[in-house]
């Protein structure tokens, strides 16, 4: 099943995102010949370069980032001579004719039968100039062929302006043409997790309250915000993370076995969770949310900067770099079941991992373990990296009485070696490209993530009071984030 002849325009084509991670999917793409025949990509930037030059720009992302790897010059020319690149002002509406007219004419020469995907690997700020042109210019009619729009995040800033920017999507583009784009959802692991569980009839019916005391999400990266700060500073742990990647994790382990899988259904499921969450007031916060920041420090011997000594970053800064909050989903299955979630830059390791804590045995027969700390039976799905699985459980220690020890089943992604994970890019294009927008987030379950999160970051704004507390680069961030779960013996888990 491939995709129908179609030119991939890509907005903000002089930036980061493509030359690191666009270019080098589609070519990945390329490489494993899942492009159609007719293949065009418009690149449109600011930038004045001609189209040679684009294409040696994006040569040599490609050498870097792809993750098949061009196998000789001839394989890579035939990619790079379907690039092209054409400048304009993308703010000013009087060039979209020049736009019209440059697509029309590609469209023409290449065959792709008028089929258009827009990316926007653009400043936000920009979301609401583009499709209002394109739309303008006739350019999101479906009439001579397909027109979608991959939309990158932050998709608002809080519940309101969220609401806005989809209103005003949707004045131009349909709903179905509109996708939400999070790379999380493009990560084989995170599909993995919809077949681990409605695929294997061990888990399913021990996943609920009855057997299931909590879960854990945690997302941690070991390096800052680099030279991302003028941005981070605006956005924070909870806009950059919680709201959109680790909202969804919680909503893919929670969610209902949909009755089939396919878009609507999935998307149906997920957001219901969302509108399940229990609703934290801004009153709450303090018991349930922890922030953090990282404060300057020396790791293995090399001093490290704070988060307030990076560049674009305010001095007296209180923007989060980290966060650790408690939260519930109000429905059947989940009722009173803690989901814990952390998320935070400059910890010990990049590691991204949900952790299914069961509940203990009702009755302990073999009493010597009862100190240990996370003594139950737990179900790590690590995300990334090293992808897989690890069951822990109990087991005699050979010899005299009956001392238990904890063991590991573990599976490795890396064990198949068959196996090509493709990266989250790759995977989503590819569906777009397909018409399939099962892993794009809908318009409602991205406002019903911002409805939870918003009372949050307003009573961040308005009361002083609620610490920023600082960690040394390096560590997990704030000791009190400890205190937020509840249970004897219980903490989170520090993977190594
Ligand atoms: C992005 C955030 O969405 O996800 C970044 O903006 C973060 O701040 C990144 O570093 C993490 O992605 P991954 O795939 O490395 O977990």
Not at 316 to 328: D, G, I, L, Q, W
Not at 435 to 444: A, F
């Amino acid at each position: 099943n491939k995709p129908k002849n179609h030119i991939l325009v890509i907005f903000g084509a002089s930036g980061d995102l493509t030359y690191r991670k666009l270019i080098p999917a589609v070519f990945d793409l390329f490489n494993q010949k899942l492009l159609p025949k007719n293949f065009a990509i418009l690149g449109i930037g600011r930038t004045e370069m001609e189209n040679e030059d684009f294409r040696n720009k994006m040569q040599e992302g490609i050498q870097q980032f792809s993750v098949t790897k061009p196998s000789g010059e001839d394989e890579i020319n035939s990619f790079v001579n379907q690039l092209y690149y054409f400048s304009f002002d993308t703010q000013s509406p009087d060039e979209y004719a020049l736009l019209k007219w440059q697509l029309r004419e590609l469209d023409e020469k290449c065959g792709t039968d008028g089929n258009f995907i827009y990316y926007m690997a653009t400043p936000p700020s920009m979301y609401n100039v583009i499709p209002a042109q394109l739309a303008k210019q006739g350019l999101s009619d479906e009439n001579d062929g397909f027109k979608r729009l991959i939309v990158e995040k932050p998709f608002g800033y809080d519940l309101e302006t969220a609401q806005k920017l989809n209103n005003e999507l949707l004045q131009h583009f349909k709903e179905e043409q509109i996708y939400r784009i999070d790379h999380y959802l493009g990560k084989e692991t995170v599909q993995n997790l919809l077949v681990t569980r409605f695929s294997n009839g061990i888990f399913e019916p021990l996943w609920n309250r009855n057997y299931i005391h909590h879960v854990e999400i945690t997302s941690a990266e070991n390096i800052g915000v680099g030279n991302r700060g003028g941005y981070y500073e605006g956005s924070g742990a909870m806009r950059d993370m919680i709201q959109n990647h680790l909202l969804l994790l919680v909503g893919i382990v929670a969610m209902e076995p949909p009755t089939i899988i396919d878009s609507t259904n999935i998307r149906n499921e997920i957001a219901k969770v969302f509108h399940s969450l229990r609703p934290i007031s801004e009153e709450e916060v303090p018991n349930y949310v922890i922030r953090g920041q990282y404060i300057a420090s020396n790791i293995k011997g090399e001093k490290v900067k704070g988060y307030r000594e990076e560049k674009g970053v305010d001095p007296n800064s209180r923007t989060e770099t980290f966060v650790a909050m408690k939260c519930f989903i109000d429905n059947w299955r989940w009722a009173d079941v803690p989901f814990y979630i952390r998320s935070g830059k400059m910890l010990p390791t990049r590691v991204t991992e949900i952790v299914i804590h069961f509940k203990s045995t009702p009755h302990h027969l073999f009493a010597n373990n009862e100190s240990i700390v996370n003594n139950h039976n737990q179900l790590v799905i690590r995300i990334q990296p090293d992808e897989g699985l690890l069951f822990k459980f109990g087991m005699k220690v050979p010899g005299a009485g009956f001392k238990v020890q904890n063991v590991n089943m573990d599976f490795h992604y890396s064990d198949l070696d068959s196996t090509h994970l493709p990266s989250a890019y790759e995977r989503l294009l590819l569906d777009c490209m397909l018409g399939d927008s099962t892993l794009y987030h809908r318009g409602d379950a991205v406002e019903a993530a911002w409805k939870f999160v918003d009372p949050i970051l307003k009573a961040w704004k308005n009361n002083s009071e609620i610490k920023v507390h600082g960690y040394p680069a390096g560590t997990w961030g704030p000791d009190v984030s400890d205190n937020l779960i509840d249970g004897e013996n219980i903490t989170w888990r520090y993977p190594c």
